[in-house]
Antibody, heavy 122, light 107 residues
Framework: DVQLVESGGDRVQPGGSLRLSCAASGFSFRNYAMSWVRQAPGKGLAWVAAISESDGSTYYAESVLGRFTISRDNSKNTVYLEMNSLRAEDTAVYYC???????????????WGQGARVTVSP | EIALTQFPGTLSLSPGERATLSCRATQNLKNYLVWYQQRPDQAPRLLIFDTSNRAPGVPARFRGSGSGTDFTLTISGLEPEDFATYYCQQRYSWPPSFGQGTKVSLK
């Protein structure tokens, strides 16, 4: 089965840091770009970041640029989201998602994880 | 950045009825428009890829159409499991962006 499993969600104070992980299985991980999408409580979907399949190229939403870092380890079939200088408005469920293709195309997601909850509050 | 506007915000319908959901973009997307379904407390699910291509396993009652800046998702004959929120997303240019969603609720 094709699967993405996130971990690392937690409650953290404003200004703090957190690292999310997403373990992939059931597909050739190294052949696909990957992304993170978040959803604040009661709100819609918002794309956060994406990473290419192999050369480490990345793209970020303006709202997280300079604070969040997406990375991947193809030997472990895992993608990460390092989040620093967290703010209350970063509170959300963070979904790991597989892009339908490689970096040559803008990401649309055909496989999603179950989500990792991040709460930023004192 | 390309903005997407979905309307209506909420659609109240009964099982068996037809749902028509719209998505309008601020720029020409050609056909690079995607639809997702999100049921309560679940992750999104890819429904339609590049305007009109159903993802594997998606029933034929879901149909996508449109081009340029105006797109439509039609659900013919709502089933109980179709009551959910639907999002459009453009994959024409970086960054990818989502509409704010249309909730299809039970009348």
């Amino acid at each position: 089965d094709v699967q993405l499993v996130e971990s690392g969600g937690d409650r953290v104070q404003p200004g703090g840091s957190l690292r999310l992980s997403c373990a992939a299985s059931g597909f050739s991980f190294r052949n696909y770009a990957m992304s993170w999408v978040r959803q604040a409580p009661g709100k819609g979907l918002a794309w956060v970041a994406a990473i290419s399949e192999s050369d480490g190229s990345t793209y970020y939403a303006e709202s997280v640029l300079g604070r969040f870092t997406i990375s991947r380890d193809n030997s472990k079939n895992t993608v990460y989201l390092e989040m620093n200088s967290l703010r209350a408005e970063d509170t959300a469920v963070y979904y790991c998602a597989k892009c339908t293709g490689g970096w040559y195309e803008v990401c649309a997601s055909d496989v999603w994880g179950q989500g990792a909850r991040v709460t930023v509050s004192p | 950045e390309i903005a997407l506007t979905q309307f209506p915000g909420t659609l109240s319908l009964s099982p068996g009825e037809r749902a028509t959901l719209s998505c309008r973009a601020t720029q020409n997307l050609k056909n690079y428009l995607v639809w997702y379904q999100q049921r309560p407390d679940q992750a999104p699910r890819l429904l339609i890829f590049d305007t009109s291509n159903r993802a594997p396993g998606v029933p034929a009652r879901f149909r996508g159409s449109g081009s340029g800046t105006d797109f439509t998702l039609t659900i013919s004959g709502l089933e109980p499991e179709d009551f959910a929120t639907y999002y459009c997303q453009q994959r024409y240019s970086w960054p990818p962006s989502f509409g704010q969603g249309t909730k299809v609720s039970l009348k």
